[in-house]
């Protein structure tokens, strides 16, 4: 088995998962932060993930699949009315994306045939066709913008877990929110600066 050193220019913060209490600032912008957020960790994947990233976990499509959830943890945490989103919408509005990609990709289909034709052909399709094109390439790149996770992934990464998942690694992309992390949490917490990944 090897094992591999990663080191952090500027420390995570490792803390007990049952026992972790976040501040109510906003990790994202500092601001006072009143509404509540989920972060939703699978430990055995070691990956962390927010249920809407994944059309899969999305309640009804589980539900008609008969997918069990796999093991997870949620941590709660604040966020400023402003960088606040209901989860329900972010869903709704990613599935939109997969719909509507979809159907753009027949058409884009389309239009690459028409236009492949036009120019064995030697004939004009006019520039309807090079526009369906380009939709689809924006489009594409909206969808993936969406998917990304948004400012509050950015804001807490998951690292990964330790300890028999008692502990997870957090890595904070604002100084004074771990600052005050690593504060209100000293009984647990604790600043670490390098991960040994098997
Ligand atoms: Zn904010």
């Known amino acids: 088995m090897s094992q591999k050193r990663q080191y ?11 026992k972790v209490y976040f501040p109510h600032i906003c990790p994202i912008c500092g601001k006072e932060a009143k509404k509540p957020a989920r972060i939703i960790a699978t430990p055995g994947k070691n990956r962390y993930l927010r249920p809407e990233w994944d059309p899969a976990f999305h309640p009804s499509v589980r539900k008609r699949q008969g997918i069990k959830p796999p093991e997870m943890k949620s941590l709660l945490l604040y966020v400023c009315d402003e960088h606040y989103k209901s989860d329900e919408g972010d869903t709704n ?9 979809g159907l753009l990709g027949m058409t884009f289909l389309f239009a690459l ?8 052909g030697g004939y004009d399709v006019g520039i309807i066709p090079y526009l369906t094109v380009l939709v689809f390439f924006i489009s594409l790149a909206i969808t993936t913008v969406s998917f990304r996770g948004g400012p509050l992934a950015n ?6 877990f330790d300890g028999g998942i008692q502990n997870i690694w957090l890595q904070l992309k604002r100084r004074d929110y771990r600052e005050i992390l690593v504060e209100e949490n000293a009984m647990h917490a604790e600043l670490v600066s390098w991960i040994v990944k098997s």
Do not use: M
């Not at 804001?155 to 990964?160: L, P, T």
């Open 8 to 18: 952090f220019e500027e420390p995570i913060v490792r803390v007990p998962i049952d």
């Open 93 to 101: 509005y990613r599935l939109l994306c997969l719909i509507g990609n």
């Open 113 to 120: 045939f028409t236009i492949g034709g036009s120019i064995w």
């Open 155 to 160: 804001a807490v990464k998951i690292v990964g």
